[in-house]
């Protein structure tokens, strides 16, 4: 949780200082903080890449499909 909050906050910095953004300040923090920590996991848990890579294609696969089969009931 902690984490969250120091990137949020980074991102913060990176938007007023680095890179300014034509976004609402939050929109712009929240989305460095996903960067960050994506860039985070990806260099420390490099081993699990992977792993999670085929699990998150498959979550996101299963997510469209249950999506086009609640379209397709209604």
């Known amino acids: 949780m902690l984490g969250d ?3 949020h906050e980074l991102g913060h910095h990176i ?7 034509h976004e ?3 929109n712009v ?3 460095w903080s ?19 890579y ?4 498959l979550y996101r696969w299963s997510k ?3 999506k086009a089969l609640g379209k397709s009931r209604t």
């Open 5 to 7: 909050v120091l990137f």
């Open 15 to 21: 938007h007023q200082l680095h890179i300014p953004e």
């Open 24 to 26: 609402g300040p939050e």
């Open 29 to 31: 923090a929240e989305k």
């Open 34 to 52: 996903k960067k960050l920590r994506g860039k985070l996991l990806r260099k420390r848990y490099w081993y699990l890449m992977s792993l999670l």
């Open 54 to 57: 085929p699990l998150a294609r």
């Open 64 to 66: 469209q499909l249950s």
